[in-house]
């Protein structure tokens, strides 16, 4: 599968690096790894550059690159115009994406950084028949939270 997955970042790492940051660029290759570990992957099917462009899509849904407030972003007819894919089609194909996946906002596996620390959804675990945020817990707790997927990371600590 590293040939798909190559080409597909040969596209989506310009694009990311000269438009969008690194962060974008690292999502989009976690993204193609996940679909690439599929079993049959979905990548071996199609054209590259669309599935490209529907991981990009993906991504952007995931971290509301639309929204003009944050940075960066991107709108849709930008992102199409990037990848000379039309617009339908690469929403089609990250919709594909999202349900194959089960990916939803603020899916803190393809959630860039600034995501996860500012959405209260990232932290709210079940604690003793209570749901809390997490960032109030105490440290072992939340390390325990980590260890089970529950959390991203210990607040306060490098992710």
């Known amino acids: 599968m590293r040939p ?3 080409q597909i970042l040969a596209v989506t790492d310009p694009i990311c690096h ?27 099917r199609g054209d590259l550059r669309i599935w490209a ?11 509301f690159l639309a929204d003009p407030s944050q940075t960066p972003h991107a709108t849709a007819d930008e992102l199409s115009g990037w990848l000379e894919v039309r617009k339908t089609t690469m929403a089609t194909k990250a919709g594909t994406i999202r349900k194959l996946l089960k990916l939803s906002h603020f899916d803190p596996e393809f959630s860039r950084q600034e995501v996860i620390d500012k ?10 028949g209570l749901v ?22 210990v607040p306060g600590q490098q992710p």
């Open 18 to 44: 000269e438009h969008l940051d690194a962060e974008c660029a690292e999502l989009c290759a976690r993204l193609a790894g996940k679909l690439a570990r599929k079993r049959p992957s979905p990548l071996i």
């Open 132 to 153: 809390t945020d997490a960032r109030h817990l105490p440290l072992s707790i939340q390390q325990e939270a980590v260890r089970l997927s529950l959390i991203p990371y």
């Open 4 to 6: 798909y997955v190559e």
């Open 119 to 128: 959405s209260p959804f990232t932290w709210l675990v079940e604690f003793d």
């Open 53 to 63: 462009g529907g991981i990009l899509y993906a991504v952007g849904q995931i971290n």
